[in-house]
Structures are given as structure tokens and as C-alpha cells.
């Protein structure tokens, strides 16, 4: 039966859940990492080796930003880097 126009589409997982495989991945991942040390074994990155602690970094900011801004005059974007650490 084809799918009709204004009438929901049955089945699947709801939008924007992952599915088990990858859900059992995730947990997976997070596990080692506690086991590995957790925030301790992460400054212990940072400090050691730095360019794997920026390439994890990367990964985890966001890439898209939206924003509407309403705001009459000008608006200035500051980004301080010290000792390597961007604030």
C-alpha cells in the first residue's frame, strides 16, 4: 500500500533515537572510559598529548551554530587562547 498524503507513517523508531546497535556502542564506549580513569585519564591527555586531546575536542563542538539575533549595533566575537587552552 503506498503511502498517502497528512497520514503518519507506521513503525520505526521515533526521530532522532539511535538504534540498539549503536546505543549498545555508546554505552560501551562510556564504560571504558570509566574504567580507563574517566576526567582524570582526560587531563592526563591534555596535558600529554595534546594534539589527541584537540582532535577529541573537535569532535564534540558543535559544527552548525544558529542564532537570530535581533540586536541594533555591533556585535563582537572574542576568543582568548592561554597556554593552549581556548576560554
Same mark, same amino acid.
Given at each position: ?11 520505526? $523508531? ?5 538504534? *540498539?546497535?549503536? !546505543? $549498545? =556502542?555508546?554505552?560501551? +564506549?562510556?564504560?571504558?572510559? *570509566? $574504567? ?5 585519564? =582526560?587531563?592526563?591527555l591534555a ?8 582532535? =577529541? =575536542? !573537535? *569532535? %564534540? %563542538?558543535?559544527?552548525?551554530?544558529? !542564532? ?6 555591533? +556585535? $563582537? +566575537?572574542?576568543?582568548?587562547? %592561554?597556554?593552549? +587552552? !581556548?576560554?
Amino acid at each position: 500500500m503506498p503511502f498517502e498524503k497528512g497520514r503518519k507513517k507506521q513503525g520505526g $523508531r521515533p526521530k532522532g533515537q539511535p538504534n *540498539k546497535s549503536v !546505543a $549498545r =556502542l555508546v554505552d560501551d +564506549i562510556v564504560n571504558a572510559f *570509566k $574504567r580507563s580513569g574517566g576526567e582524570e585519564y =582526560l587531563m592526563d591527555l591534555a596535558k600529554n598529548d595534546r594534539k589527541t586531546f584537540c582532535t =577529541l =575536542l !573537535a *569532535k %564534540i %563542538i558543535p559544527t552548525n551554530i544558529q !542564532a537570530d539575533i535581533g540586536v541594533d549595533g555591533e +556585535i $563582537r +566575537i572574542v576568543r582568548k587562547v %592561554i597556554k593552549g +587552552i !581556548a576560554e
